[in-house]
């Protein structure tokens, strides 16, 4: 089926200093060839940590992150080693969230560039310098650049580095953790413009985490929303904005009316956040559901996929809400 990344955690923990945390539980979906994923939710909702498992950057104490490598194996990458994965971080790359923090300041530019060809056993110089000075030219930056230190370059700059180190192995597949949000919005326009120019260039699939709406509605071909640590929907772009079912998403959209304006805050849709930790009994959304019945305190609701027909196509969307039918199909 074309399937690049299956992520999958069923009762999944992470294990952290403090104790293993229930972070996020019952995640379940695919990204496909060429295709850029949106994950989006309140912080806290575990979609940083979903995006951290699949490189292990964080540990997942279950569940499967299924990776079809470009020879056409598929692998899951949760019980494998820092040195079994090696070979895999040359297709699956990260673009992190602060270009400030996350390009060390006593390396050149070059070397940064370079780290992850000779982490992958590359030493030819002149071969490392010709890809660096490649990729510093791809992100809209020049070859003289490449003499430089992180501090030399503004944010968005800096984060133009961060994407060509990303990409200098030739990647398949992209996590980026809020990768615009530290940026003023003119500069995130660029990024994302550069982001979906090198998209199409290099073949990529992006899994793009963002707490900002109206970057995911520019950038991204499908969403999943993330409520405490479970997606509760999933569908294309355009319909997800358009049509949510789920109350959750509905609630996003009517609470930030704005599309300019559609980051989420934790402080929009009111009623108490519950500790993602110890979520609710049932459906964890429904002290601040509109829609909330009785059977919605006790019986955690399942994503489930529904047929619709939109502009003269069948299109399959996904909702993890008791009264998704009722409430938005039958109306
Ligand atoms: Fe609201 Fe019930 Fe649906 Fe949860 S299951 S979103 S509480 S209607």
Do not use: W
């Not at 940590?49 to 990458?77: C, H, S």
């Not at 509605?217 to 355009?238: F, P, Q």
């Not at 996003?252 to 979520?279: F, K, Q, T, V, W």
């Amino acid at each position: 089926d074309g399937l690049k990344m299956h992520f999958s955690m069923k009762g999944g923990a992470f294990s952290r200093r403090q104790g293993v945390i229930k972070a996020v539980d019952d995640i379940n979906f695919k990204i496909y060839p060429n295709e850029t994923f949106g994950l989006v939710g309140e912080s806290g909702c575990g979609k940083t940590t979903v995006g951290r498992a699949i490189l292990k950057a964080m540990e997942p104490t279950g569940g499967k992150v299924v990776y079809q490598r470009k020879n056409g194996d598929k692998v899951d990458l949760v019980p494998l080693n820092q040195k079994q994965l090696r070979p895999i971080r040359q297709e699956v790359q990260m673009i992190f969230q602060d270009p400030y923090s996350s390009l060390s300041p006593r390396m050149t530019v070059q070397e940064i560039l370079e780290e992850p060809l000779r982490l992958a056993g590359i030493k030819d110089k002149k071969y490392l310098y010709e890809q660096a000075k490649e990729m510093i030219q791809q992100v809209g930056l020049r070859a003289s650049h490449l003499m430089r230190y992180p501090h030399a370059f503004s944010g968005g700059q800096r984060q133009r580095i961060g994407i060509a180190r990303a990409l200098i192995t030739r990647p398949r597949f992209i996590v980026a953790d809020e990768a615009v949000s530290a940026l003023d919005v003119s500069v995130q326009a660029q990024i994302l413009e550069i982001l979906s120019e090198l998209k199409e260039k290099f073949d990529l699939s992006y899994l793009f985490i963002s707490h900002d709406l109206s970057v995911v509605k520019y950038l991204c071909d499908r969403v999943g929303v993330m409520y405490l640590g479970r997606i509760v929907e999933v569908a294309d772009t355009d319909v997800l904005y358009n049509k949510p079912l789920h109350p959750y998403t509905e609630a996003l959209m009517h609470a930030i009316p704005d599309i300019e304006e559609r980051s989420i805050r934790s402080d929009i849709l009111g009623g108490e956040i519950p500790d993602a930790a110890n979520p609710p009994s049932g459906c964890a959304f429904h002290n601040r559901c509109k829609y909330c019945k009785e059977i919605c305190k006790t019986k955690t609701p399942e994503l489930k996929t529904f047929s619709e027909t939109h502009n003269g196509e069948e299109i399959l969307r996904q909702s993890a809400c008791h009264l998704a039918e009722e409430i938005y199909l039958k109306q």
